[in-house]
């Protein structure tokens, strides 16, 4: 091959590498963006459930308290006058129904923990994408890199198998979407 053709080749493989690399970097940028909200909500999520299982836990803290002290304001007390039997059930009735109340809130505050839980889940599965997005996409950028050295159009196309995967999986997570190919789902799993 002539110089002159040689050198028309090798700009021509630079100017693919250079849109190439600017096209990954521009992605990969945005896609860092939109796994750090993802993984600043996850972080709220998992706060979420553990102030939650915190709160239960209080509650379920209460409710024994009250308990006990509606059994304790049950039971009569020697020479108690008719007065104080009446204000020692009401008391009794107050702890009994203080304690009910507890464990209708105790349910409520289970649910969102559980709720919180299963939210944050569901995001650590789309952040697993952007992860795995991620590092394909390095990857590619790497490849992109040595190409530019050897200056190799076999090499060039290589690199894009990973920058196709890595753009495939990050517009899944972008649209929340099932990554559908079962080698891939294998290798977020190993990732997760």
Request: charged share 30%; proline share 3%; hydrophobic share 35%.
């Given at each position: 091959m002539s110089d002159t053709k040689q050198e028309k080749t090798e700009s021509s493989l630079e100017t693919w590498v250079g849109l190439m690399v600017v096209i990954t970097a521009t992605f990969l940028g945005i896609s860092n963006v939109k796994d750090n909200n993802i993984v600043?909500?996850?972080?709220?999520?998992?706060?979420?459930?553990?102030?939650?299982?915190?709160?239960?836990?209080?509650?379920?803290?209460?409710?024994?308290?009250?308990?006990?002290?509606?059994?304790?304001?049950?039971?009569?007390?020697?020479?108690?006058?008719?007065?104080?039997?009446?204000?020692?059930?009401?008391?009794?009735?107050?702890?009994?129904?203080?304690?009910?109340?507890?464990?209708?809130?105790?349910e409520a505050q289970k649910e969102a923990a559980?709720?919180?839980?299963?939210?944050?889940?569901?995001?650590?599965?789309?952040?697993?994408?952007?992860?795995?997005?991620?590092?394909?996409?390095?990857?590619?950028?790497?490849?992109m890199g040595v190409t530019a050295l050897i200056k190799r159009w076999w090499l060039f196309f290589l690199a894009l198998f990973p920058f196709a995967l890595g753009l495939y999986i990050g517009i899944a997570g972008f649209a929340d979407l099932d990554v559908q190919l079962p080698f891939l789902e294998s290798i977020m799993n190993i990732l997760s």
């Open positions: 600043q909500k996850m972080q709220q999520k998992q706060v979420d459930q553990n102030n939650n299982w915190a709160w239960f836990q209080a509650r379920n803290i209460r409710i024994g308290v009250y308990e006990a002290a509606s059994e304790e304001m049950s039971l009569p007390n020697p020479g108690e006058t008719p007065e104080l039997k009446t204000k020692r059930e009401a008391m009794s009735a107050k702890y009994a129904s203080m304690a009910k109340s507890q464990e209708k809130k105790m559980e709720k919180a839980s299963k939210d944050y889940d569901n995001l650590n599965k789309i952040d697993d994408k952007f992860d795995l997005c991620d590092a394909l996409l390095a990857l590619s950028m790497a490849l």
